[in-house]
Structure formats: C-alpha cells, structure tokens
C-alpha cells in the first residue's frame, strides 16, 4: 500500500472511514476500494520497483524520482487538456482555464485543487501529487471573466478540480459574483465530490450559511446553478447528513445533477447504477452521465470493457422510469469529444458498436451514429477499430 501512496495521491477523511465504509470486508467494500490504495493500481514491475525503494531506506528524492517517472508513463494529462484545451485571449495563455466545447469553460480555481478524500481512479491525480508543472490552476480572477466576456458564445461556466468546494465560502465567492454580471452566462456549474464525501460542507460548516446564499444569489441574478455531483454509489446517498445537504442546497433554487464513472469492484453492477438513479430522483437530483473510466493513471485497474459497460447501462436503464432515464452512457471523455455508446448491433454480417459524439471539438460530429468493429476487451475508444468497410472511426 506504501508503494502504491508513493505514485498515486491518497487521503481520506473522518465522514468517509466511519459512515460510508463497512468494516465488515474491507477488501471487497466498494467505498474502501474507491477511496484507499490496493495492490494491482501498479504494473508488477513498478510495484516491485517502488517496494524496493521503501524497503531498502532510499533517500526520499530518489522515492519521488522514481515515482514520477512512473506517472510520466500513465497519461496524466489525458484527452489533450494541456496541449488542446488551454484558450489564449490577446495573443496570451489563460492558465487554469480549458475550452474544448463552445458553449462551456472549464475554470480550475487554484484554492480548490483538492478534494476532501482522494478516489483512487481519480483522472485529475496530477493535480494532488504536488509537482510543480502538473498542475491545472489559476487564481487570475479577472483573467478568467475577461475570457468569458469575449467568448458570446460561452453559456456555461464549470468550476471544477479537484472539488472547488474544498474552498471557503469567501474565496468561492471570489471565481463566482463577477461571473454573475456577465449577460451572455446562463449556468455556472459546480464539480464536486463534497455531497459524497463531506455533506457537512452543505449542512454544518462554519461557512455553510454564507454558502447557501451565494447559491440564493446565483438564482436571484437570473443563472441557473448547477450542482454536478460525483456520486459513485447509492451508499453515498444514504446518510441522513447527505439528505439533508442535498434538501438544502435545493432550498436555494440550485439543481444537483449526479454523475460518475463506471470502476471495476466499486460499481460494476446494474443494481447499483438503477439504485442510485431512483435515490438520485428521489431526493430531487437529476441523473446525467455515467463515464468510461479514463485512459489515465491506474485505469488497467478500475476498467470495465466497453462491452460489459454497456450492458451494465442498459441493464439499470430498463429497472428506472422515465424520470431517471435523463442519464447518458456510458460515455467516453476523449480526445476528439464526449462518445456515447449506444448499443451493439448486427449490421451486414458484422458485429458492431453503435458509437455517438455527445461532445465533440468538431460541433459537427455531434449527434451523428458511427460504428465500431465489437471487440469485447476494448476499455477505451482508442482500442476500437472502424467496422462495416470504414477507413476511419469518426463521422
Ligand atoms: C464534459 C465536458 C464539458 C461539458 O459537457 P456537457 O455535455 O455540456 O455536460 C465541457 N468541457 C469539457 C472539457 C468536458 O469534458
Ligand atoms: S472527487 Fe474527482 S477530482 Fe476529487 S479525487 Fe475524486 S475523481 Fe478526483
């Protein structure tokens, strides 16, 4: 487990250890597997590498060293956020800030690049390892709202991490009121983990007050507030603590919408996607995008198949009604945009994978059905091979 702490960032709080995991069978709990290290996020050799290192007393510099050369190699920046997604205005970078799709900016305030306990799948470790350079973050206010003012075509904003709610209610306020007096915004979305895993935040922190009325000042300025929730587990929902933060944050006009992706032994069962869909409705939040796990860190670990991910998918979309049936999925944030998989199919003697772009940098790629070649052990879409006599995969 050191050797694994030593590669992939780790923590865990209070609210995490003693109401959502059971004792009972750690190992096979689905809350510890999402929260605490276990053998097989690393490849044999760098585990065997990393153990090594540990056992013989090496100096702390050659444990880092080592363990960023191994993180160098597990994509840490996948889909091409670095490269791609970092916006320019005036000729000039705007740091912590990404824009992939037109109508929506990512802002990476710097306060909020952590979260309150770290998922072990985590696709933003690079943020919490604490290496200068890997991290995606700006606290240039000014900058990020002057990007937006000259984008019209901008109606979201997502603040994400990490969990911008790790921030005080004073410096969260700081990345969102200036945002309110900008005419073309109609949403601001918040990504956060802190239902899940510290619903104190929304209940009874010492800020909690002046929080929830900077959710009421969002409503009154005439923007839609967006609270996209991680929500990897109906356990998750079931704590008087998170129904009561989820009552009140929808007391101020805010809507929670829950989100997650799909991992290996935490949940890879339609059991407890169509539960959580219905405990999700039922306390007033609406279902939205079941993921792929991403094409980054210890994704061999926590995949499901592309194939089996599909029909975890149906298999809770035909338990759920209508209301519930607002999720997408399982979906696949990759590099060219957000893929949907739709389904299998047999079409002209091929067996194939109905694929839609949800996302995509091309705008015109949304929407239209391409095929894949059905291969069962495929995880990720750079896996899939076109089908039906196609030269490339894309519409
Ligand atoms: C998912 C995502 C969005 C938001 O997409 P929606 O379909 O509008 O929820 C925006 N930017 C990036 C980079 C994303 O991955
Ligand atoms: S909540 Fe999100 S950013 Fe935070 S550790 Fe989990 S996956 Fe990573």
Same mark, same amino acid.
């Given at each position: 487990?050191?050797? =694994? ?10 609210? #995490?250890?003693?109401?959502? =995991?059971?004792? /009972?069978?750690?190992?096979? &709990?689905?809350?510890?597997? $999402? ?48 490269? $791609? ?21 990512? =802002? ?7 979260? @309150? ?10 943020? *919490? ?21 000259? %984008? ?7 603040? +994400? ?19 309110? /007096?900008?005419? %073309?915004?109609? +949403?601001?979305? =918040? ?8 619903? %104190? ?22 923007? @839609? ?15 008087? +603590? ?23 032994? #935490?949940? &890879? ?32 670990? *926590? ?12 298999? /809770?979309?035909?338990? !759920? ?5 607002? #999720? ?10 957000? !893929? ?7 079409? /002209?003697?091929?067996?194939? *994978? ?18 894949? %070649? ?18 490339? $995969?894309?519409?």
């Amino acid at each position: 487990m050191r050797a =694994i702490a030593a590669v992939f960032p780790f923590r865990t709080n209070s609210y #995490v250890v003693d109401e959502l =995991i059971d004792w /009972a069978d750690p190992l096979h &709990d689905p809350i510890f597997r $999402l929260t605490f290290p276990q053998r097989g996020m690393l490849a044999a050799a760098d585990q065997a590498r990393m153990e090594r290192l540990l056992r013989d007393g090496a100096p702390a510099e050659r444990v880092r060293a080592a363990a960023n050369e191994i993180r160098g190699r597990l994509n840490p920046h996948p889909a091409g956020q670095v490269e $791609l997604n970092e916006p320019t205005l005036g000729g000039r970078p705007v740091p912590g800030v990404q824009h992939k799709y037109a109508e929506t900016v990512l =802002i990476f305030p710097r306060p909020g690049q952590t979260c @309150h306990a770290y998922c072990q799948y985590c696709f933003r470790w690079p943020q *919490f390892v604490g290496e200068p350079g890997m991290k995606i973050a700006t606290d240039d206010v000014p900058a990020t709202v002057a990007y937006v003012r000259a %984008h019209p075509e901008v109606t979201d904003v997502l603040l +994400t991490g990490g969990d911008p709610m790790v921030m005080g209610s004073a410096v969260l306020r700081r990345y969102i009121e200036p945002l309110l /007096a900008v005419e %073309h915004l109609a +949403t601001i979305r =918040i990504g956060t983990k802190s239902l899940a895993y510290w619903p %104190h935040r929304f209940v009874s922190d010492t800020d909690t007050d002046d929080l929830l009325r900077l959710f009421e000042e969002v409503a009154a300025a005439g923007k @839609h507030l967006a609270i996209m929730a991680h929500v990897s587990h109906p356990r998750e929902l079931a704590s008087a +603590t998170v129904r009561a933060a989820i009552q009140r944050i929808r007391a101020t006009g805010a809507v929670l919408r829950c989100q997650a992706p799909l991992i290996r032994g #935490v949940n &890879d069962d339609p059991a407890a996607w169509a539960g959580m869909w219905q405990e999700s409705v039922r306390q007033g939040m609406v279902p939205y995008y079941m993921f792929v796990e991403r094409d980054t860190g210890p994704q061999q670990h *926590f995949a499901v198949p592309l194939l089996r991910a599909y029909e975890i998918f149906r298999d /809770a979309y035909d338990q !759920v009604s209508g209301l519930a049936r607002t #999720v997408r999925g399982p979906v696949m944030s990759a590099l060219p945009g957000k !893929v949907c998989i739709d389904g299998v199919a047999e079409i /002209a003697g091929e067996s194939v *994978f109905v694929l839609r772009f949800l996302q995509a940098r091309d705008p015109g790629q949304v929407g239209r059905p391409f095929f894949a %070649h059905r291969d069962p052990a495929a995880i990720w879409l750079t896996d899939l091979k076109p089908a039906l006599g196609a030269s490339t $995969l894309a519409p």
